[in-house]
């Protein structure tokens, strides 16, 4: 795995320093984080590059991880941009771009801009999109444990007491957390972004777990309704993240 920054120029934000993780040699994969940060993804990142001998691009979300974030960006709007600039700028062709929550959220507003260098979408239990009664669950209102019960089929494995972590670990979360607040705001939706969505031209995949609690498999239904060219694919004993919770699933999907 090599760690690399690029300084994008972004309209409206100038400047933007992203730093990049990348696995693996052949087509191109921008996978894109959700809300817990790179980490939620970095090792599913390794094994899709390795069982698919493809190349895997995973970009730190300017805010996460402990790195800066410039005022003038402050939307998944904004970062759909900076992500197809980045794109131009590395070059990259025939690139199938994968989310997972707000990665989700961000991959669909990457379709929407319809550059050419993206030829498929793949959105993981996607944030983003108003449906109404199926709300996204107020992540901002609940404790950690709230948010292990519900964003996993089996939280047992996987749960961790934030209190427990290094001074540094429980900065860099909180640090996460007030950029997921910028970027996706209380509600986690963009009432505009369902009108959108009809704009989408690329092949799309949507997958959802099928215990996911944050969002709904309801909502990942309507998800895939709002998309042209959209499927829709259930995963069982799978909740919120199936890159972490159920990975062999995900990638047996994704092929």
Excluded: C
């Amino acid at each position: 795995m090599i760690t690399s920054s690029y300084t994008v120029n972004l309209d409206g934000a100038g400047p933007v320093d992203v730093t990049v993780t990348e696995s693996g040699e052949g087509r191109p994969f921008l996978l894109l984080h959700g809300g817990g940060g790179p980490d939620t993804v970095a090792r599913f990142g390794e094994t899709l590059a390795a069982a698919e001998h493809v190349r895997v691009l995973i970009p730190v979300h300017p805010g996460f991880g402990g790195t800066p974030r410039p005022e003038a960006l402050h939307s998944v709007r904004g970062l759909a941009a900076l992500y197809v600039a980045l794109l131009d700028q590395l070059g990259l062709d025939d690139v199938t771009v994968i989310g997972n929550s707000i990665g989700g959220w961000i991959a669909a507003e990457i379709a929407i801009l319809n550059s050419p260098r993206v030829s498929r979408a793949i959105l993981i239990d996607a944030a983003g999109l108003e449906v109404p009664g199926h709300p996204v669950a107020d992540f901002f209102s609940l404790t950690m444990d709230q948010v292990f019960e519900l964003s996993f089929h089996n939280p047992a494995p996987f749960r961790i007491d934030p209190a427990t972590l290094p001074p540094a670990a429980q900065a860099i979360a909180a640090g996460n957390r007030a950029a997921l607040a910028v970027y996706a705001g209380p509600a986690m939706t963009d009432p505009t972004l369902g009108e959108r969505l009809h704009a989408v031209a690329v092949p799309t995949l949507v997958v959802w777990g099928d215990s996911d609690r944050m969002v709904d498999p309801d909502y990942g239904r309507a998800f895939a309704a709002a998309i042209p060219k959209a499927r829709f694919e259930l995963l069982p004993g799978t909740g919120h993240m199936p890159q972490v919770e159920t990975p062999g699933q995900l990638l047996e999907a994704i092929r």
